[in-house]
């Protein structure tokens, strides 16, 4: 039973800035923008998440507010690379995948570099703690599992239905998808195709260096050049995933992070299992086998997506 509950409780804190990164993604990609510098950008947010609360008060306590001004750091340092990725991909029309990389290793290399040279080694900070609801914490099962996180936690998670909200309610909305599935018509109706492509990758950058900045405040408390972890690509790949829709991706990030959190479980209430280097391997083998056998991802993707789009020639 302890098990099933901490896998549980776990799956809720730790799928977060995942969820929160690939819901930034797909907000890139419904706008016909295919962004594989994810990583890059949630390891700068990661840094400034860390940065300010340790310049404020070192490894102590520190005011909320500072820790809030940590996360909005890192949403901010994010919207940067989202935009500076944009200049790239929508102004020059550089592949976009290639450019990718190249922003995933900048922002991996700069984090790095500016880490070394103003912290210099690993150092921890108390970053933002859990605080369990009055009463409904106590509710048995439900009440840890769902009432025992700090408030970040819930406030990221009412962004799902605000994702969806946005994509499919709102008039900037329907722009973005219009860009991203049949730009020339977009444009033909007056619509500034490169600038809501800027807005999205903008939008989308700044979830992806809160979700980095995440990571450091409230689940790591403290930054290392591995951080990240691969969660930029599996962000990317959710979006597939999911299909391109807030909630798919939303229980997607779930499914993911139960794996992953499983095989650490499992290591610790049943040290005597011999195979945990499969559990190691099944969170990502379970994301190839979904990406492989869900064949209809493609048909239901933007038909523009990862095509630059020049208002004066026909591409």
Same mark, same amino acid.
């Given at each position: 039973?302890?098990?099933?509950?901490?896998?549980?409780?776990?799956?809720?804190?730790?799928?977060?800035?995942?969820?929160?990164?690939?819901?930034?993604?797909?907000?890139?990609?419904?706008? *016909? &923008?295919?962004? =594989? #510098?994810?990583?890059?950008?949630?390891?700068? @947010? +990661?840094?400034? %998440? $860390? !940065?300010?609360?340790?310049?404020?008060?070192?490894?102590?306590?520190?005011?909320? *507010? &500072?820790?809030? =001004? #940590?996360?909005?750091?890192?949403?901010?340092? @994010? +919207?940067?690379? %989202? $935009? !500076?990725?944009?200049?790239?991909?929508?102004?020059?029309?550089?592949?976009?995948?290639?450019?990718?990389?190249?922003?995933?290793?900048?922002?991996?290399?700069?984090?790095?570099?500016?880490?070394?040279?103003?912290?210099?080694?690993?150092?921890?900070?108390?970053?933002?703690?859990?605080?369990?609801?009055?009463?409904?914490?106590?509710?048995?099962?439900?009440?840890?599992?769902?009432?025992?996180?700090?408030?970040?936690?819930?406030?990221?998670?009412?962004?799902?239905?605000?994702?969806?909200?946005?994509?499919?309610?709102?008039?900037?909305?329907?722009?973005?998808?219009?860009?991203?599935?049949?730009?020339?018509?977009?444009?033909?109706?007056?619509?500034?195709?490169?600038?809501?492509?800027?807005?999205?990758?903008?939008?989308?950058?700044?979830?992806?260096?809160?979700?980095?900045?995440?990571?450091?405040?409230?689940?790591?408390?403290?930054?290392?050049?591995?951080?990240?972890?691969?969660?930029?690509?599996?962000?990317?790949?959710?979006?597939?995933?999911?299909?391109?829709?807030?909630?798919?991706?939303?229980?997607?990030?779930?499914?993911?992070?139960?794996?992953?959190?499983?095989?650490?479980?499992?290591?610790?209430?049943?040290?005597?299992?011999?195979?945990?280097?499969?559990?190691?391997?099944?969170?990502?083998?379970?994301?190839?086998?979904?990406?492989?056998?869900?064949?209809?991802?493609?048909?239901?993707?933007?038909?523009?997506?990862?095509?630059?789009?020049?208002?004066?020639?026909?591409?």
């Amino acid at each position: 039973m302890d098990l099933i509950l901490n896998t549980l409780t776990l799956t809720i804190r730790f799928s977060v800035a995942l969820m929160i990164a690939s819901m930034g993604e797909m907000f890139n990609q419904k706008a *016909g &923008i295919f962004n =594989l #510098g994810c990583e890059g950008i949630m390891t700068m @947010g +990661a840094f400034l %998440g $860390l !940065l300010i609360p340790f310049s404020y008060g070192g490894a102590g306590s520190v005011p909320f *507010g &500072i820790n809030l =001004l #940590g996360l909005l750091s890192g949403a901010a340092a @994010g +919207a940067l690379m %989202g $935009l !500076l990725f944009g200049i790239i991909v929508i102004t020059f029309r550089a592949p976009q995948g290639i450019a990718g990389i190249g922003l995933q290793m900048f922002g991996v290399g700069l984090a790095g570099t500016l880490f070394r040279s103003y912290i210099g080694g690993s150092q921890s900070i108390t970053g933002i703690t859990a605080y369990p609801i009055p009463v409904l914490s106590k509710i048995p099962v439900v009440g840890q599992i769902l009432f025992t996180h700090n408030p970040i936690i819930y406030i990221c998670y009412a962004l799902v239905p605000l994702a969806w909200f946005i994509i499919y309610k709102t008039p900037w909305g329907m722009k973005v998808r219009a860009v991203g599935t049949h730009p020339r018509a977009a444009d033909s109706l007056g619509i500034n195709v490169s600038r809501v492509r800027y807005q999205s990758l903008a939008l989308g950058g700044a979830m992806a260096g809160f979700a980095g900045a995440f990571l450091t405040l409230c689940q790591a408390k403290m930054f290392t050049a591995e951080i990240i972890n691969g969660r930029g690509f599996i962000a990317v790949a959710l979006v597939y995933f999911g299909q391109w829709h807030p909630v798919k991706i939303f229980l997607g990030a779930l499914l993911f992070t139960f794996a992953q959190v499983l095989q650490t479980q499992i290591q610790i209430f049943v040290p005597s299992f011999q195979y945990y280097e499969f559990l190691t391997m099944l969170p990502y083998i379970l994301v190839i086998v979904v990406l492989a056998f869900n064949k209809e991802s493609n048909k239901l993707g933007p038909a523009a997506l990862g095509k630059p789009f020049n208002r004066e020639m026909r591409i």
